[in-house]
């Protein structure tokens, strides 16, 4: 069965710190899909990124950036020079070929001013 | 605009009673989802559907039901067997394709569930 763990269920910084989500899976499949998601305050979750399990490039948008190593199982997340509106939870998901969907449980990010 | 509506919002049931959770997409996905999500726990999934009248349960089905009749709809109930049925249900949809073509889910606004 698969299975996704955020083993770090609060983190609280300071505006313009850098944070590191930490994300790690287990699959015995050898196809696969990574995501990460934001939910802020409203509720509705926002798509942030995808990574399929034959693509270890690790990805840079604006301050985001994803780091996916096979070796470790793990797809971290990187926020350089956090800012208030990062504040959310954000989750790590992985999915099979037949779309079996699954989250972590999540990690608060509070950014503080 | 193309997306996927969750309706109600805000819904209350009375110990003991059946109670059915709409949600609609307009993005022509094959794939729809229902996740549970209680605090500290993340999402959780209760059912998942890759095509028209098939669907598969994930983790916590026991105490629900759902159907797949229409591609754009995916109603969940939650009946009198579920223990402990307050919490927030999100719906999402995704494509569903063969190997690299797997899309990222779209979500719901979510439907708070209250028993009272």
């Known amino acids: 069965a698969q299975k996704v763990t955020q083993a770090q269920t609060e983190i609280s910084v300071v505006e313009k710190e850098d944070v590191t989500l930490d994300c790690v899976y287990e699959?015995?499949?050898?196809?696969?899909?990574l995501f990460w998601y934001k939910q802020p305050p409203s509720g509705e979750l926002v798509f942030l990124i995808r990574r399929n399990s034959f693509d270890e490039q690790n990805e840079i948008s604006g301050r985001y950036s994803w780091n996916f190593q096979k070796s470790t199982s793990s797809f971290n997340f990187t926020i350089t020079a956090s800012q208030v509106v990062d504040s959310a939870v954000y989750f790590c998901a992985l999915s099979d070929i037949n779309n079996d969907m699954r989250f972590g449980a999540g990690t608060r990010l509070t950014v503080k001013p | 605009d193309g997306g996927i509506t969750q309706s109600p919002k805000y819904l209350f049931r009375k110990e003991g009673q059946n109670v059915t959770l709409s949600c609609e997409q307009n993005?022509?996905?094959?794939?729809m989802y229902w996740y549970r999500q209680d605090p500290g726990q993340g999402l959780r999934l209760i059912y998942y559907?890759?095509?028209?009248?098939?669907?598969q349960k994930g983790d916590i089905a026991e105490g629900y039901s759902v159907s797949r009749e229409k591609k754009e709809s995916f109603p969940l109930t939650v009946t009198s067997a579920q223990k402990n049925p307050t919490a927030f249900y999100l719906c999402?949809?995704?494509?569903f394709g063969q190997g690299w073509m797997n899309t990222e889910a779209f979500f719901g606004q979510g439907t708070r569930l209250t028993v009272v």
């Open positions: 699959t015995r499949d050898t196809t696969y899909y």
């Open positions: 999402a949809s995704s494509i």
């Open positions: 993005l022509n996905h094959d794939a």
């Open positions: 559907s890759q095509i028209v009248n098939d669907f």
